[in-house]
């Protein structure tokens, strides 16, 4: 069964620093892996997902994420935090079914400091 | 194009009562999925629909919750009667079969609060 683990709920970085939310992932067959943000009052939009096409994955937003088998990780980064990074982030594995269902890690809510 | 859209954004009843909700999925999406995340908790799946019917229901909590999606458009999911443990945020996604890795797109969500 697919399962993903994000390690800490909260996490305070200060405007310019790096962002780093870590995620780890388990998975019976090779996942398919996602981040995904909801800013406040707004749903949730896909920032970048894992295909197998490439291990280091460009999202919107001057976000990327690194596939490492060996550490079954999917962590995020970006290098230099903007206030509007303000939001929670969700790390996703998708099931091993066509269309299968998204099983979500239980949020890191990132907090900017100024 | 338009995104997923979900109504009513809020909804505020009391215990014993109904309520339904309602997911607009992007048009052509055949997928339609159904996700709940309550106080503290992570998101969680409740169910899949592919056109009208229901590929995969075993999220559904229990039988209090009724998924629909006649025609294989918008689809409604009522809360019947509705207990304090239902309260939080109802999401709806929806995706191309078989299309860009699974990628779902969400909506908005409704905030359901149960007194």
């Known amino acids: 069964a697919q399962s993903v683990t994000q390690l800490g709920s909260h996490v305070s970085v200060s405007e310019g620093a790096l962002v780093l939310l870590r995620c780890n992932y388990s998975s019976s067959v090779p996942p398919y892996l996602f981040w995904y943000v909801q800013y406040p009052n707004q749903g949730l939009q896909l920032l970048l997902k894992?295909?197998?096409?490439?291990?280091l994955v460009k999202g919107i937003n001057g976000f990327e994420a690194e596939f490492k088998k060996s550490e079954t990780s999917f962590h995020l980064t970006k290098p230099s935090a903007h206030m509007s990074d303000a939001a929670e982030y969700f790390c996703?594995?998708?099931?091993?079914?066509?269309?299968?269902?998204?099983?979500f890690g239980k949020g890191t809510r990132l907090h900017i400091l100024p | 194009e338009a995104g997923v859209t979900q109504f009513p954004s809020h909804s505020v009843i009391e215990k014993g009562q109904t309520v339904t909700l309602r997911c607009d999925p992007i048009?052509?999406?055949?997928?339609l999925y159904w996700y709940r995340r309550v106080m503290g908790k992570e998101i969680k799946f409740l169910l899949h629909f592919v056109k009208e019917s229901k590929q995969d229901e075993s999220g559904m909590p229990n039988n209090r919750f009724l998924a629909e999606r006649t025609g294989g458009t918008y689809s409604t999911l009522k809360v019947q009667p509705a207990e304090l443990e239902d309260s939080g945020v109802y999401f709806c996604?929806?995706?191309?079969?078989?299309?860009?890795?699974?990628?779902?797109?969400f909506g908005p969500g409704t905030r359901l609060t149960v007194l």
């Open positions: 048009s052509g999406h055949d997928n």
């Open positions: 894992y295909t197998s096409a490439a291990t």
């Open positions: 996703a594995v998708s099931g091993s079914r066509r269309d299968d269902k998204i099983i």
């Open positions: 996604a929806s995706s191309q079969v078989g299309r860009a890795r699974n990628e779902q797109f």
